[in-house]
Every structure is written in C-alpha cells, then in structure tokens.
C-alpha cells in the first residue's frame, strides 16, 4: 500500500503545472478565449528518452476562425515565453492540439529551437505595434530594412495610417494571433507575425509584419496593413 501511495503523489506531483506554465497557459486562455488542459510525458525513440509538454485547447470562437498553423505556432510562443530558462531546456518537444468547435482535431508539434529564435524576433512585432499605439508612424516605417527603406514609402505609411485613424478613431490596442514562415518569391525564408489592430470605434485591422530568421536582425523585412494576414 505504501508504494502504491508514493506512485499515487508522484504521478500527481508530477502532473502539477508549475507556477510559469501555469501563467502561460493562463495567458493563452484569455488571448484566444479558449479553454486549456496540459499533460507531460516521455517517448522512447531510438532508445532515446524524449519529455513533451502538451497543451490542448477547444471552445474558442477566435481559434476556430483563424488559420491552424500560424496560430497553433503562437499559443507555443505564449507559453514558451512565460517558461524559465530551465524549463525551456527540459522539454524536447511541445505539443500543440486544437479541438474546433466541429469536433475537428488539429495537432502541430515545435522544438525549443525553433521557438526560441520566434521569441527573439517576436519582440520586432511588439516594438513596431507599440510605435502604432504611440503614434509615433514614422519611427515604425523606420524599422524597415535600410535595404528596403525609402524616405517616399516612410511618408506614404504615415498617411495611410493618419487615414485609417481618421476613419475609425485612435488605434487603442493590438494584438499577436499568429507566428509562421514564409518564403516570398523563393527567396530567404522569413518569419512572420500577423495580429490586428483595434480602432476606438471598435473596428479591427488584420496586419502582419515579416523578420529574417536570423535573431541579430534588428530591422523588419516587410509589413503590410491593407487587413490581409
């Protein structure tokens, strides 16, 4: 009985999400409006032991109405974001499952590299989104790439944002819904970041901005808010 009932806590120590897993799943359930469970687990591959942590997600309008595989890649970014340095470390793998509200399952599985190098460049969105609610136009079209940076295009980005906003009111908020890759023209691959903007009178612009993968970037590779993303 004794070693029945210390496999009994174990099993439930170890089922436990800690404070900062807690805290990002938590995140994750207010951003999508969804509902959220975990598990963590081993698989033998190769004879090599393998630890996952499963996040599994359902009874979100948002989720259901938004594209899998770009989203799915941004709940994993919230959660490694809230994780410790230690417990990015620990787990090999991190599973992503959505239920939609059709009973449809969606699984996507990422890798603490990949994460880690989003995490980096996410913070390229963050600044650019903030420069957007400061009004401070022309500093975000000066995130572009000198590469592809023109003093006209610095212009012609204010205004269109000056138009939007005399539209629909300030900008009062935004926020990050997606994280994925992309390769324009078969060039160099890309990460993008897509979200929306939300306007004083309630209206929403879909954006999206693009980073080089490379995490010494410190210069956008493209954005784009004609409300495509």
Known sequence: MKTIL???????????????????????????????????????????????FKVQLSDSEMLDSLKSGVTLSNVALILFKNLTVEERKKYDYFYIEHIKKNSDTIKYIFTPNSLNAGLIQSKLFTDFSDKLLAKEYKLAAKMLDPIYYQEESEDSFTNYVTNLTNKHGEIMDYKRTGFGTIEPNKGELMYSFNGFLTFADGYKRNYIIMTSQKTNGEFLLGYNLEGKS
Do not use: P
């Open 6 to 52: 210390t496999i009994l806590i174990f099993s439930l120590l170890f089922a436990c999400a800690t404070e900062t897993q807690q805290k990002g799943l938590d995140e994750i359930a207010n951003h999508y409006k969804a509902s959220t469970s975990f598990s963590k687990g081993f698989q033998t591959i190769d004879s090599k032991t393998l630890s996952n």
